[in-house]
């Protein structure tokens, strides 16, 4: 008797843990076909009520993409698993070998915008810690409608193509803060290459010495001050000043000037993409 008891016991448990694996495994692959767009938008609310997944609360999502192998990456997924472990609010998923998805409920954060970066520096600083090679973390905007979580992962994937772009430097990019490079980022080649003939002619900025890319980046930083520039740069200003005159000269373009610093950064942005585009194709 004491053995049909916990054969019976057992039983249940296994049953239990059938359950357990099929409602998660059911959630994960309701959560991909939203994802990929794959649902009919009244199959998406029927589907969620069954889950007992919410709608019409504030979610975004996540891109965490490591340059790993495929075990490696299972790794990271368990640990950002470890960083989100309420069970029913959060969903950890992946759609590729390359970048793991996070779809982070926001309804109880106070200052949803701002806890973006917070959420993506602590899955950045724990995975680094953790040694598992560079990441970089890539989030959409914040969206209520389940049918909307998709929209959220297409900004991700494109804030994270675009920063590797204009934001090299940077292991975290938001969708809302891309800027101009968004736009830049779906213009044809044919176009730029139109754009930067027309502006500099066969002098283009990829050709300028480092000591002239430097003052130019330099000056932007500093919204064209001159003195605060020349002081950061430890030279004169009449030094800076001759620099700068001497760059309108090669490009005809005076970045003292508003309207021409703006040409100008445009138009270095649309040699990073060009440069980052020509690289890509030859890979």
């Not at 709608?55 to 989100?84: G, K, Q, W, Y």
């Not at 004169?236 to 001759?242: A, E, G």
Request: aromatic share 8%; with cysteine; glycine share 4%.
């Amino acid at each position: 008797e004491s053995n049909y008891r916990l054969g019976k016991i057992a039983v249940l448990q296994l049953q239990g843990l059938l359950i357990a694996y099929r409602e998660r495994f059911d959630r994960d692959n309701f959560i991909k076909n939203l994802l990929l767009d794959n649902m009919l938008l009244v199959d998406i609310y029927m589907r969620a009520s069954k889950l007992h997944i919410e709608n019409n609360i504030p979610r975004v999502v996540f891109l965490v993409e490591s340059n790993n192998d495929s075990d490696t990456n299972a790794d990271v997924m368990d640990i950002i698993r470890n960083l989100f472990p309420v069970k029913g609010k959060d969903f950890i998923t992946a759609v590729d070998e390359s970048n793991i998805i996070l779809v982070k409920d926001l309804s109880e954060e106070i200052d949803q915008e701002g806890i973006l970066e917070q959420i993506a520096s602590m899955v950045v600083d724990t995975l680094n810690s953790e040694a598992l090679g560079k990441v970089r973390v890539a989030s959409g905007s914040i969206v209520r409608d389940l049918k909307d979580i998709s929209k959220s992962y297409k900004e991700a994937k494109l804030a994270l193509d675009v920063g590797k772009i204009f934001f090299a430097e940077k292991d975290i990019v938001a969708f809302t803060t891309l800027g101009i490079g968004r736009l830049i980022y779906q213009l044809p080649i044919p176009l730029c290459e139109m754009f930067m003939t027309e502006v500099f002619g066969e002098n283009l900025p990829d050709t300028f010495d480092e000591e002239t890319l430097t003052t130019i980046n330099k000056f932007f930083e500093n919204n064209l001050n001159v003195s605060e520039t020349s002081r950061q740069l430890y030279v004169h200003r009449n030094t800076l000043v001759y620099r700068l005159e001497k760059l309108e000269k090669s490009t005809g373009l005076d970045i003292r000037k508003f309207d021409d610093a703006l040409t100008f950064k445009i138009a270095m942005m649309v040699v990073s993409y060009m440069t980052y585009m020509n690289n890509s194709e030859n890979l």
